[in-house]
Every structure is written in structure tokens, then in C-alpha cells.
């Protein structure tokens, strides 16, 4: 146990480091945890401009694409979230969608979609946002996710073990 705290410790400095030497691009919107939004501070470029759990639910519909691997999308997602992959991910899965369409992507923190959404930007999409904290922070927050029959759901696929320590919220599945 005290090797798994010793590593846990280590990245958090580590992170907390990143964070404190990068400039910032944007403010990143409020998140449930400080040292989860600091954490995303240093993972994410910031290259995709973030839209927070609150704003998503205020805005008007998006078109939701879940980066995610099959088994996690599995698990569960947003309502009405379209699966596009994030290593299987092809522009072509998004073609039917005209270019000026909102879009939010999320993964599960907002590392995966934030490169899928830079994929969509280079293609031409104009209003790309990417899910600050991503389905983790969706669930911390006390948002609903659903399976594939949209029945609400308590599971989230938390990615691996190391990753499923920012999930506050929910049961964590790791197959």
C-alpha cells in the first residue's frame, strides 16, 4: 500500500508542478476537486475550447461523441452520446454531421477527446468543445449516465486502476 500512495503522491507533485509552470490558455471552469483540475491542467493542451458540466446541461443540444474504447462506451455514457472511438476514430464516422454543427467530445478525464477534437477542428468543424473532466466529471457532479438502452446507470468504466482514483462517484468497472 504504501508504494501505490508513494506513486499516487508522486504524480500529484508532479502534475501540480506541470500545472504551476504552464501558461494558460483559458480559465478552466470550475471542477468538484482541486487536485483533479489541477491534475487536468497539466494533461490537457487546452487546444479544444472546454464547455463544463454546467454549461452542457444549460446550452442548447450538441451532438455528444464519446472518444472512448467500445467496453468502456459499453459500460456506460452521456444520453444520446455517439460512439466514434478514439483509436478507431475516423472522420468518416462524423461525415453525415455539416460543419457548423455543435459538437462536445469526452472521454474519460478529457485527454482522448481533446485529440479527437483537434482532429474535427482541423477537418473544419467550427464549434468543437470538449467536456471539462470528461465522463468522470459528469458523474462527480451527480450527472446521470446511461447503457446502451439509455436505462440510467451507476457504473462507469474507470479506464484502469491508477485512473479510476479521480472518480468520486459511481462503481467503478475496470473490464
Not at 442548447?60 to 456506460?76: G, N, Q
Given at each position: 500500500?504504501?508504494?501505490?500512495?508513494?506513486?499516487?503522491?508522486?504524480?500529484?507533485?508532479?502534475?501540480?508542478?506541470?500545472?504551476?509552470?504552464?501558461?494558460?490558455?483559458?480559465?478552466?471552469?470550475?471542477?468538484?476537486?482541486?487536485?483533479?483540475?489541477?491534475?487536468?491542467?497539466?494533461?490537457?493542451?487546452?487546444?479544444?475550447?472546454f464547455v463544463s458540466v454546467?454549461?452542457?446541461?444549460?446550452?442548447?443540444?450538441?451532438?455528444?461523441?464519446?472518444?472512448?474504447?467500445?467496453?468502456?462506451?459499453?459500460?456506460?455514457?452521456?444520453?444520446?452520446?455517439?460512439?466514434?472511438?478514439?483509436e478507431e476514430f475516423q472522420?468518416?464516422?462524423?461525415?453525415?454531421?455539416?460543419?457548423?454543427?455543435?459538437?462536445?467530445?469526452?472521454?474519460?478525464?478529457?485527454?482522448?477527446?481533446?485529440?479527437?477534437?483537434?482532429?474535427?477542428?482541423?477537418?473544419?468543424?467550427?464549434?468543437?468543445?470538449?467536456?471539462?473532466?470528461?465522463?468522470?466529471?459528469?458523474?462527480?457532479?451527480?450527472?446521470?449516465?446511461?447503457?446502451?438502452?439509455?436505462?440510467?446507470?451507476?457504473?462507469?468504466?474507470?479506464?484502469?486502476?491508477?485512473?479510476?482514483?479521480?472518480?468520486?462517484?459511481?462503481?467503478?468497472?475496470?473490464?
Amino acid at each position: 500500500m504504501v508504494p501505490q500512495l508513494t506513486c499516487r503522491l508522486g504524480l500529484s507533485l508532479l502534475l501540480l508542478g506541470t500545472a504551476a509552470c504552464r501558461g494558460q490558455a483559458q480559465q478552466a471552469p470550475p471542477t468538484t476537486s482541486p487536485l483533479y483540475s489541477t491534475m487536468l491542467q497539466g494533461l490537457l493542451k487546452q487546444s479544444v475550447p472546454f464547455v463544463s458540466v454546467a454549461q452542457l446541461r444549460q446550452q442548447p443540444p450538441a451532438v455528444l461523441l464519446d472518444t472512448r474504447a467500445p467496453a468502456e462506451f459499453a459500460v456506460s455514457h452521456l444520453r444520446g452520446a455517439r460512439w466514434v472511438g478514439y483509436e478507431e476514430f475516423q472522420l468518416a464516422r462524423v461525415q453525415d454531421l455539416p460543419k457548423n454543427t455543435p459538437i462536445v467530445v469526452y472521454c474519460s478525464v478529457g485527454y482522448r477527446s481533446e485529440k479527437i477534437g483537434e482532429q474535427l477542428q482541423q477537418a473544419g468543424y467550427t464549434h468543437v468543445r470538449n467536456l471539462y473532466g470528461g465522463l468522470f466529471e459528469w458523474v462527480n457532479e451527480g450527472q446521470p449516465a446511461v447503457t446502451a438502452g439509455n436505462a440510467p446507470t451507476a457504473r462507469v468504466h474507470a479506464f484502469s486502476r491508477s485512473w479510476g482514483i479521480w472518480l468520486q462517484r459511481g462503481q467503478k468497472v475496470y473490464e
